[in-house]
């Protein structure tokens, strides 16, 4: 059974940072593409980055430049640093796995959600 777990959200003040993780079980982390994703409040949920189990990274154009997503594949985690935030990060932050398509969020396994609130 997949599981994924994610921590670090919170609430933080704009321009401040922040780290988010997510640790999976169940799966062959070495070989899974994790990302994340994140809904902000009264919108449809977007893509925010993901890390290709052989290397490649790619990250939406609004946070690019501010958000760096890594991996420990021996720790089978996930993190995805914010630095520079702003009140329209404000959302819900779901990581993601193995997902065949990530721009139709076509993702057979989600994390619970991580609040992540910007103050201005």
């Known amino acids: 059974q997949v599981q994924l777990v994610e921590s670090g959200g919170g609430l933080v003040q704009a321009g401040d940072s922040l780290r988010l993780s997510c640790v999976a079980s169940?799966?062959?982390?070495?070989?899974?593409?994790m990302g994340w994703f994140r809904r902000a409040p009264g919108k449809e949920r977007e893509f925010v980055s993901r890390?290709?189990?052989?290397?490649?990274?790619y990250y939406a154009d609004s946070v690019k430049g501010r958000f760096t997503i890594s991996r420990d594949n021996t720790k089978n985690t996930v993190y995805l640093q914010m630095n520079s935030l702003k009140p329209e990060d404000t959302a819900v932050y779901s990581c993601?796995?193995?997902?065949?398509?990530?721009?139709?969020?076509?993702?057979?396994?989600w994390g619970q959600g991580t609040q992540v609130t910007v103050s201005s």
């Open positions: 890390f290709h189990w052989y290397g490649l990274t």
């Open positions: 993601a796995a193995d997902c065949t398509d990530w721009g139709t969020m076509s993702c057979p396994y």
């Open positions: 169940g799966l062959t982390f070495g070989r899974t593409t």
